[in-house]
C-alpha cells in the first residue's frame, strides 16, 4: 500500500489533504477522491491515541497511505504511532541536527535508528512477520517526514541535511510557523519569506532531497510544483465542509 515512497524517489509529484475530523467516515470520503496521501493532524486539533485507530483502519480499508502529523518529537508517540499501522510520521519543529538524529532513532530500526521492537501489533500483521523482516520492511517503507519550520531550522539546514542521510524522505516546509519565526506572522509576500523559501528549496534541491509543502491554494500549489516541490498538501477537510455547505447554501438561496 505504501508506494508512495517509491514514487517520490521516481520524480513523481503528489498531493494531499489534512484531516483534522476524527471520524473514520471522513478518512474513507477523502481516501476515495483521488489524493495521493492524506495528512493525519494529531498536533492541531482534536485526534488522539483512540481515534487514530480507526482512521487508520479506515484509510488502509481505502488504501490510501495515511501519514500522521504528531504533536511533538517524543521518540515512544512516534514508535507506537508506526506501530498501529501508519504509512509515516511528521515530525514538527526539527530545529537542528540533534533533534533530527532523535528522531530518526525513533522512527527507524537498526542499522538505520533504534526504534523500539515490541512486535505483534498491527503494522507487523499481528505477528505474521517476524523481527528480521519487519524491521526490513518498515525501514523500506515508512514514511519520515520533518518540518522545517523555524528561522533555526533554516540556519542549521545543512546540519539536519547532513545527519539525515537516506533515513528522511521529505523535508517539509511549513509556510505559517516559518513566517511566524521569521517575525512576518502569516506575510507569505514579504521578501523575507520569499527569499527564505527559494534559499530552502535551492539548498534541499541541491542535496537531491525531496520537499514538502502546504499550498493555501491550487494556484499555489501548481506554483510550488513548478519550483521542484514533490510532496504538495492543500486545504483540510474542515475547510472542504465548509465551503461546500456555504457554496450550496448561497446556490439554493440565489434569486
Not at 470520503?29 to 492541531?44: A, K, T
Not at 512486535?119 to 523482516?133: N, S, T
Not at 502569516?186 to 527559494?198: K, Y
Request: charged share 20%.
Amino acid at each position: 500500500m505504501n508506494a508512495i515512497r517509491e514514487r517520490l524517489r521516481a520524480g513523481e509529484t503528489l498531493y494531499g489533504t489534512w484531516l483534522r475530523i476524527p471520524h473514520p467516515i471522513v478518512m474513507e470520503v477523502l481516501g476515495q477522491s483521488g489524493f495521493d496521501f492524506i495528512h493525519v493532524d494529531m498536533e492541531h486539533g482534536p485526534i488522539g491515541t483512540g481515534e487514530l485507530g480507526n482512521l487508520l483502519l479506515a484509510a488502509k480499508a481505502v488504501n490510501t497511505p495515511a501519514i500522521v502529523r504528531l504533536p511533538g518529537k517524543e521518540g515512544s508517540l512516534i514508535g507506537r504511532t508506526l506501530d498501529m499501522g501508519a504509512s509515516g510520521v511528521i515530525i514538527p519543529q526539527v530545529n537542528n541536527g540533534e533533534e533530527a538524529a532523535q528522531v530518526i532513532k525513533a522512527a527507524r530500526f537498526h542499522p538505520l535508528g533504534k526504534r523500539g521492537m515490541g512486535g505483534a501489533c498491527r503494522a507487523d500483521g499481528y505477528g505474521k512477520l517476524g523481527f528480521h523482516e519487519f524491521a526490513s520492511v518498515s525501514n523500506e517503507q515508512t514514511l519520515l517526514v520533518l518540518q522545517i519550520e523555524t528561522k533555526e531550522a533554516v540556519e542549521r539546514l545543512d546540519e539536519i541535511l547532513d545527519i539525515s542521510g537516506d533515513s528522511v524522505d521529505v523535508f517539509y516546509i511549513g509556510p505559517a510557523d516559518l513566517s511566524q519565526s521569521l517575525g512576518i506572522p502569516g506575510n507569505f509576500d514579504d521578501s523575507l519569506f520569499q527569499r527564505t523559501l527559494q534559499w530552502v528549496v535551492k539548498r534541499v534541491r541541491s542535496r537531491g532531497k525531496i520537499l514538502g509543502i502546504h499550498a493555501a491554494s491550487v494556484q499555489a500549489a501548481k506554483e510550488f510544483a513548478a519550483l521542484g516541490i514533490q510532496y504538495i498538501n492543500c486545504s483540510i477537510d474542515i475547510e472542504l465542509l465548509v465551503k461546500g455547505a456555504k457554496e450550496l447554501a448561497e446556490q439554493l438561496k440565489e434569486g
